[in-house]
Nanobody, 126 residues
């Protein structure tokens, strides 16, 4: 299984970005895919996750209402639409996957995921 992120960029506060995660070597049923981020000097934190069999989603409180996770099974892609970005959203964003349908309690726990992408840099600055 391979995950490749793209879409990171430098954006001004209040701006938007859409991150993409291309997933290969993977069947879409009964899996969980999530976005995590890690800022310099901070621990990796869960941002948003989606459970593929029922499309259940979850968001960290800091991004709820601003970020939206979605997937296109036909294109083997998962997206993270990020609106109204803040400077504190600056981080490397990672896509991760596990071949299980995680319950919500675990969907934003990095330790639950077996497969990770290389990350894409998001910088929010004026």
């Amino acid at each position: 299984l391979q995950l490749v992120e793209s879409g990171g960029d430098l954006v001004q506060p209040g701006g938007s970005l859409r991150l993409s995660c291309k997933v290969s070597g993977f069947t879409w049923e009964y899996n969980t895919i999530a976005w995590f981020r890690q800022a310099p000097g901070k621990e990796r934190e869960g941002v948003s996750g989606i459970r593929t069999f029922d499309e259940e989603t979850i968001y960290a409180g800091s991004v709820e209402g601003r970020f939206t996770i979605s997937r296109d099974a036909a294109k083997n892609m998962v997206f993270l639409q990020m609106n109204n970005l803040f400077p504190e959203d600056t981080a490397i964003y990672y896509c991760a996957a596990i071949g299980q349908s995680l319950i919500q309690t675990f969907m934003l726990q990095p330790s639950e995921y077996s497969y990770w992408g290389q990350g894409t840099q998001v910088t929010v600055s004026s």
